[in-house]
């Protein structure tokens, strides 16, 4: 009885840590609840309540997509684009490979962020340049892990 309990409670455990390791992990899907961007001297959101985001994450590459909520019937505010490629992640540095993405003068680009994950928040900083765009700033996302 005393070994069956000792098992028990061992299967807890483990279950447990490996519960809180994914809790933890940025790897998952997660839908983008608020963005922020910073040129020059100003900061300014540029989340649109109109369109869905999501980020897909697995262990070696990420996906993005975003489309605006009135199926593209309303060409006045249509919206749709979508990206991808391979990431890596030292402790906090996550950094994007964007090797796909539906505007082609972004792709190929290196992207550097720091990131957190908070319960089921992801929030992640850092700067987009793309020079032959003419673009340099800074983004602070905030995503919420999709159940």
Do not use: P
Not at 32 to 55: C, Y
């Amino acid at each position: 009885m005393k070994k069956a309990i000792s098992i028990l409670v061992l299967i807890i455990m483990i279950t447990a840590c490996n519960s809180e390791k994914k809790q933890n992990s940025i790897e998952g899907t997660w839908r983008l609840i608020s963005a922020e961007t910073t040129e020059k001297d100003s900061t300014f959101s540029t989340f649109n309540a109109n369109t869905k985001m999501i980020k897909i994450i697995n262990d070696s590459h990420f996906a993005f997509l975003n489309h605006d909520l009135k199926n593209g019937k309303d060409s006045a505010t249509a919206v749709y684009f979508a990206g991808g490629g391979k990431y890596t992640l030292k402790d906090s540095i996550y950094t994007e490979n964007l090797e796909y993405f539906n505007n082609r003068d972004w792709e190929n680009g290196k992207f550097e962020f720091v990131v957190k994950v908070q319960n089921d928040t992801l929030i992640q900083k850092g700067v987009e340049k793309v020079e032959k765009l003419g673009i340099n700033r800074i983004i602070t996302e905030k995503y919420i892990r999709e159940k």
